[in-house]
């Protein structure tokens, strides 16, 4: 079963809201190193914390983060950009490569770069935060980026199971960090959502619902799409209005 005891954890995002409460609650189950990554990483007081560089949408810096963290056994992909509006016709341009570019391609490079490293490990572990919206696609490309990074996680958890790498991914609705800040729902806090995460992970689980939200929504596939999207109902071509 895994263990964050002893670990060698990398965080991406180590700044951000979920992405601290990481690196304490590794340190706290008894890792004895965690790679606080981020573009700017900030100090710690604390000397089993090993800030170091890593924006996850540049090619070189994660590959100068495997050659910097070698004996990493937990690849935590947490780093995430949101979007101001809710609509693929609404984004920027640029709101789209970036989403693509932080939440798809980076965690998915991250992981293929890792890979030789974590195999090399008698026991290690990728975890994956998706969201909630990866199951509900009223986020545009936010949406469509959790789904497909929970799909690539999916394939990855079966590329890696014979390599001894266990693939985490993890669900969740609004948390309380800087990137629900303009929401008055309600959040789940962070500190909450990563004990959630790491005591699923030591426990030997594949997937994290972290909340009524999730699980709801996970369900919620198995039915009709109009059921999920109410929104469709009673609505038809135009040529009919
Ligand atoms: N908060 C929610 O409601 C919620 C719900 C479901 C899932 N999530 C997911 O949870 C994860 C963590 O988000 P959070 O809630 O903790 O938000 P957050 O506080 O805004 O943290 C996001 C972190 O990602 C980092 N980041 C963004 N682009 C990056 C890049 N190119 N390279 C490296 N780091 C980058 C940010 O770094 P900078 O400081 O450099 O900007 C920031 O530290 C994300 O994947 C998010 O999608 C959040």
């Known amino acids: 079963m895994p263990s964050l005891n002893g670990a060698v954890v990398l965080v991406t995002g180590a700044n951000g809201g979920i992405g601290t409460h990481f690196v304490h609650d590794a340190l706290a189950r008894g890792a004895s190193k965690v790679y606080a990554t981020a573009r700017t990483p900030r100090t710690w007081e604390d000397e089993r914390i090993v800030p170091l560089t890593l924006d996850v949408t540049d090619v070189a810096s994660i590959e100068a983060a495997v050659s910097a963290a070698g004996d990493v056994t937990v690849l935590i992909n947490n780093a995430g950009a949101s979007v101001a509006s809710p609509g693929i016709l609404t984004h920027t341009n640029e709101e789209i490569r970036t989403n693509v570019e932080t939440n798809f391609l980076g965690p998915l490079f991250l ?56 693939v985490v991914g993890v669900h969740v609705g609004w948390v309380d960090t800087a990137m629900a800040a303009h929401t008055t729902d309600p959040k789940t806090d962070p500190a909450d959502l990563v004990r959630t995460v790491l005591d699923a992970v030591e426990a030997g689980e594949y997937e994290v619902l972290a909340d009524e939200t999730s699980v709801q929504l996970k369900a919620a596939l198995s039915g009709p799409v109009e059921a999920l999207y109410p929104a469709l109902q009673g609505t038809n071509s135009k040529s009919q209005s």
Request: zero cysteines; proline letters at 2%.
């Open 111 to 166: 992981a293929r770069a890792f890979a030789p490293v974590l195999s090399a490990k008698d026991e290690s572990v990728i975890i994956d935060i998706h969201s909630a919206m990866s199951w509900y696609a009223v986020a545009g490309i936010y949406s469509a980026t959790k789904a497909a990074l929970w799909s690539a996680t999916n394939s990855l958890r079966l590329e890696l199971a014979s390599e001894g790498v266990h």
